[in-house]
């Protein structure tokens, strides 16, 4: 298995607090990812990383922000939680951008009350 | 944005050939399919990826006929354990990455 993780694994939170998750690499891939997913919508690209400092926005990047500033790190934050923004949330990584072939986090199970 | 349709579930026994089929009409020149696995509680996990005709690994194989507007994912002998939710997805590795867009996937529920 690819060397992902995401920290925490679990979070629960109070609506209007700032939350930030982790994903960390141990593959040195230049491209990483955050998604969501959500019952019938399936996988959604939030944010998007082409390199340290390069940052772009995905599907559904409104009330979210990034940051990398090592190839291994990349932070999603949520400034302010809504309970819309209740989810599973994915790390992915790969070789080259818009490669479809990426490897996944074990995820991160975010709760917003 | 290419995008892609597939059934929202499947039903199949243990020891069958499963074959689940996902449309993509408007499929790019440069585009790739690639196919995808998840379990509950855990992330996609990567099964195969084609360009046309046919590919093969220890997993499954990928049939994408000549126009490429389809491609259908065959897993040979199902068992209990290839219960999962399969998704479909199409992009270039030269395109961006917004342009990779998961579908809402198909269901498939081996049974004994």
């Known amino acids: 298995d690819a060397g992902i993780t995401q920290s925490p694994r679990h979070k629960v939170t109070e609506t209007g607090t700032p939350v930030t998750l982790r994903c960390h690499q141990t593959?040195?891939?230049?491209?990483m990812y955050w998604y969501r997913q959500d019952p019938g919508h399936g996988l959604r690209l939030i944010h998007y990383?082409?390199?340290?400092?390069?940052?772009d926005k995905g599907e559904v990047s409104d009330g979210y922000s990034v940051s990398r500033s090592k190839t291994e790190d990349f932070l999603l934050t949520l400034e302010s939680a809504t309970s819309s923004q209740t989810s599973v949330y994915f790390c992915?990584?790969?070789?080259?951008?818009?490669?479809?072939?990426?490897?996944f986090g074990p995820g991160t199970r975010l709760t917003v009350t | 944005l290419a995008k892609t349709t597939q059934p929202i579930s499947m039903d199949s026994y243990e020891g069958q050939e499963v074959n689940i089929t996902c449309s993509h009409n408007?499929?790019?020149?440069?585009?790739?399919i690639t196919w995808y696995q998840q379990f509950p509680s855990q992330g996609p996990r990567f099964i195969i990826q084609g360009y046309k005709t046919k590919v093969t690994n220890e997993v499954a194989s990928l049939f994408i006929p000549a126009d490429r507007k389809s491609s259908t994912l065959s897993l040979p002998r199902v068992s209990l354990s290839d219960t999962a939710v399969y998704y479909c997805?199409?992009?270039?590795?030269?395109?961006?990455?917004?342009?990779?867009?998961f579908g809402s996937g198909t269901q498939l529920t081996v049974l004994p």
């Open positions: 997805l199409v992009g270039s590795p030269s395109g961006s990455a917004r342009q990779l867009t």
């Open positions: 990383s082409y390199g340290v400092k390069d940052t």
């Open positions: 992915a990584i790969s070789g080259r951008q818009g490669e479809a072939e990426q490897y």
């Open positions: 408007n499929i790019a020149t440069n585009d790739y």
């Open positions: 593959e040195n891939h230049r491209y």
